[in-house]
């Protein structure tokens, strides 16, 4: 059972335009966390949410925790080539252990 | 600051084989964990450790073995390697805090014929 889903899996953009891609649990984690992977490297944590509600920001990436802590979105305003990538998220639990959705797959297209 | 480092980086079994997957970090974590990653499945957690000696299964341990016999250091072993274990294996680690972020290796691509 899946614990994480994410979508969409897929999203094709032009440079310059918006999009927003979600997480959805059905489960209440610790935090939720968001990684990024690139081809042929290992996930970069991007941010951690942990209050519900919660809003981070990193530079054009927006990160909203919704108030029952089971999803969270990920917006990026302006999308650059630069934010290609699979875009993961997981829900923390005991010992740091993390459960991973399947991943949001982001390509912006010059 | 080479934080967490997977080797090799790639290799080729064949079905029955067996091999050992050395993951070394040099953050002075006490957690670390293997994963693999297949298309459409995501990340799955295959073991993982809480410290030095210790090891516990994760969501998907059959068919892998680990060890923990240094800190820096989490072995991942293949006794009799299948198909159905080709795959992309991640090596993370952590700190033991709650919600710590945890730091992957550049992974091991890994194909059993």
Redesign the interface.
Known sequence: T?LLEQSPQFLSIQEGENLTVYCNSSSVF??L?WYRQEP??????LV?V?TGGEVKKLKRLTFQFGDARKDSSLHITAAQPGDTGLY?C?G?SG?????????NQVVVIP | NAGVTQTPKFRVLKTGQSMTLLCAQDMNHEYMYWYRQDPGMGLRLIHYSVGEGTTAKGEVPDGYNVSRLKKQNFLLGLESAAPSQTSVYFCASSSPYSNQPQHFGDGTRLSIL
């Open positions: 899946q610790s935090s966390q042929g490297e290992g996930p970069v944590l951690t942990v993961l997981a923390a010992n740091n252990r993390l459960a991973f959705g399947k991943g």
